[in-house]
């Protein structure tokens, strides 16, 4: 079964990207390394509530 979740940067908060995650084989957040426009660099994106 996978939900739909959003990925929320780590240092400004700002939600870019949204995918797809399989609940019943990951129980914990996912934090995922990605491109921020905001910030203008990678950085580490966290799943939001």
Do not use: D, F, P
Not at 14 to 41: D, F, H, M, P
């Amino acid at each position: 079964m996978s939900k739909k979740i959003v990925l929320a940067c780590a240092n400004c908060s700002n939600r870019n990207y949204s995918t797809n995650k399989n609940v019943s084989a990951q129980g914990t957040r996912l934090e995922v390394k990605k491109y921020c426009k905001i910030c203008g660099k990678h950085t580490m994106h966290q799943e939001t509530k």
